[in-house]
């Protein structure tokens, strides 16, 4: 069947493989970014043990990771963590669940066009000493990213790659020299992850700003529709995402702290956090690596912003195909077979919310950045605790339960979870960088659009709306075995 032929409401099949949406996490997680944007802030918060708390986040969700891709086996739905709490949890739960969903994603999507902005303004500035307005960068970036968004997820994805790669080699090298070098100045050492500079009561907001950095981890189920044998690519794609992304922010974390001496690395980040990393891999590698990372730095935030819009893009497609967000959403271009209804719809709403930041005349990073990304974060670490959930739910009578992959390590990874949302509650001022008033609503918006998603469920109901979020839209045909006793499995399809 050609691809216009195919129905209006689903993706473009196979259009996507395991790297593919590697791309895409690894991009969402900006290691480069976030590198150079939070690293000074983990050191200046919390002292040495930088590296190991990424360590412990990666342990934490890599536990989460076990059960969440034993699921996407069986649930190749475009709607993420609505799906997986609706055939989890229940259709109430995937309500709640999708009402969140949106928020969250569109706080993170936000804050990071924010930042583009501050960092374009930036580059304009250094190398062309041109004063350019940050929401000139940030109309720009996001003009672009539309386009892509509305076209074939396989253009997006050659574009990440390329971004990607650039990113990792010049963080290998920063890695490589700082270890060698800096350990022949400094000596190498581990006292990083000795306990007593790790469990300390400074660590709260630092492990916070390691869980943020893996958010965008989880859309690797978000891509099962357009993905290339689905019920392999997305468990394998998810391993790899986050094995990639924890070794990538522990090692230059472990680096940078090498290359400035545990003793002095945290005073360094308090003496000068906006040219923290740039300071030490001038020292070490040279003016000219330098150079390429403030331009690559601009690059990986687009990178995070296209990859963003993209996930964004299918939730709201699958939310409008599932009919609980208007049914428009749920159509897909008869060419490029895009979600371009919910793509175009998320650049109005994006256009629209940071039109009116840039007519308050808002700072780009202290408010434009920190404060939709703080609720952002806060929001996706809940959906990813329901995501944990819903694997032990929709395991519970399954034939292919185990005692590891369907309850303890969902279990364990939950818990560690739920542990960073109770800290995001408490600190939620250091995170959001805002006031005491502020930061006691802010939080509340999460639990607020979670009734909004259930109040809309009841509506559709009394409107006599089917809402199945979690309906596959292609299920598992009966002559392809997925292990286990097939009719039970199946049953379990269409329950």
Not at 56 to 75: C, D, E, P
Not at 130 to 146: D, K, M, N, R, S
Not at 432 to 456: C, F, H
């Given at each position: 069947m050609s691809d216009s032929s195919q129905p209006h409401n689903q993706l473009k099949k196979s259009s996507i493989g395991v790297w593919g949406i590697v791309f895409?996490?690894?991009?969402?997680?900006?290691?480069?970014?976030?590198?150079?944007?939070?690293?000074?802030?983990?050191?200046l918060m919390g002292g040495p043990g930088g590296p190991a708390w990424y360590?412990?986040?990666?342990?934490?969700?890599?536990?989460?990771?076990?059960?969440?891709?034993?699921?996407?086996?069986?649930?190749?739905?475009?709607?993420?963590?609505a799906a997986l709490a609706s055939r989890g949890l229940g259709r109430r739960v995937g309500h709640a669940m999708g009402g969140l969903a949106p928020i969250a994603y569109i706080g993170m999507l936000l804050g990071v066009f924010g930042q583009f902005g501050a960092f374009g303004t930036d580059l304009f500035d250094?190398?062309?000493?041109?004063?350019?307005?940050?929401?000139?960068?940030?109309?720009?970036?996001?003009?672009?990213?539309?386009?892509?968004?509305?076209r074939a997820i396989d253009l997006s994805?050659?574009?990440?790659?390329?971004?990607?790669?650039?990113?990792?080699?010049?963080?290998?090298?920063?890695?490589?020299?700082?270890?060698?070098?800096?350990?022949?100045?400094?000596?190498?050492?581990?006292?990083?992850?000795?306990?007593?500079?790790?469990?300390?009561?400074?660590?709260?907001v630092p492990l916070l700003f390691a869980f943020g950095c893996f958010i965008g981890f989880e859309s690797t189920t978000i891509y099962g529709e357009e993905a290339k044998d689905p019920r392999r690519t997305v468990a394998r794609a998810t391993y790899v995402a986050i094995v990639l992304i924890g070794v990538f922010y522990t090692l230059t974390m472990w680096a940078i702290g090498v290359g400035y001496g545990a003793a002095n690395?945290?005073?360094?980040?308090?003496?000068?956090?906006?040219?923290?990393?740039?300071?030490?891999?001038?020292?070490?590698?040279?003016?000219?690596?330098?150079?390429?990372?403030?331009?690559?730095?601009?690059?990986?935030?687009?990178?995070?912003?296209?990859?963003?819009?993209n996930a964004l893009g299918r939730y709201l497609f699958s939310l409008g195909r599932g009919r609980f967000l208007p049914r428009v959403l749920g159509q897909t271009h008869p060419k490029h077979k895009s979600p371009h209804v919910a793509s175009l719809t998320l650049s109005v709403i994006t256009i629209?919310?940071?039109?009116?930041?840039?007519?308050?005349?808002?700072?780009?990073?202290?408010?434009?950045?920190?404060?939709?990304i703080s609720v952002g974060t806060l929001g996706v670490l809940v959906l990813q605790a329901f995501g944990a959930a819903s694997v032990i739910g929709f395991f519970r009578h399954h034939p292919e339960r185990n005692w590891w992959k369907t309850?303890?390590?969902?279990?364990?990874?939950?818990?560690?979870?739920?542990?960073?949302?109770?800290?995001?509650f408490i600190y939620f001022d250091q995170l959001?960088?805002?006031?005491?008033?502020?930061?006691?609503?802010?939080?509340?918006?999460?639990?607020?659009?979670?009734?909004?998603?259930?109040?809309?469920g009841f509506v559709r109901d009394r409107q006599g709306i089917k809402t199945d979020l979690g309906e596959d839209p292609e299920p598992v045909p009966v002559s392809q075995p997925v292990g286990g006793t097939l009719g039970v499995v199946r049953e379990e399809f269409d329950r």
């Open positions: 895409f996490v690894v991009a969402a997680a900006a290691p480069l970014g976030a590198t150079t944007g939070g690293g000074a802030m983990v050191f360590l412990i986040a990666s342990i934490v969700l890599l536990l989460f990771a076990v059960g969440f891709a034993t699921m996407s086996r069986y649930v190749t739905n475009a709607g993420g963590f250094r190398f062309f000493d041109v004063a350019v307005p940050w929401q000139v960068c940030t109309l720009a970036a996001l003009l672009v990213v539309a386009f892509l968004g509305y994805a050659k574009i990440l790659g390329v971004l990607m790669i650039l990113e990792v080699l010049i963080l290998l090298i920063f890695d490589f020299v700082l270890i060698f070098k800096g350990g022949g100045q400094h000596g190498l050492s581990l006292s990083a992850f000795n306990p007593s500079n790790v469990f300390t009561t400074q660590m709260a690395v945290q005073q360094a980040a308090v003496d000068d956090p906006v040219n923290f990393v740039f300071n030490v891999n001038t020292l070490f590698v040279g003016q000219w690596a330098t150079d390429a990372m403030q331009v690559l730095v601009l690059t990986s935030l687009f990178a995070v912003c296209l990859s963003f819009h629209v919310v940071l039109g009116a930041f840039m007519i308050a005349g808002s700072d780009p990073m202290m408010v434009v950045y920190l404060l939709p309850l303890v390590a969902p279990l364990l990874g939950g818990l560690g979870l739920l542990g960073a949302i109770v800290l995001a959001a960088g805002t006031s005491a008033t502020v930061s006691r609503v802010l939080p509340w918006i999460v639990p607020v659009v979670m009734i909004g998603g259930l109040i809309l």
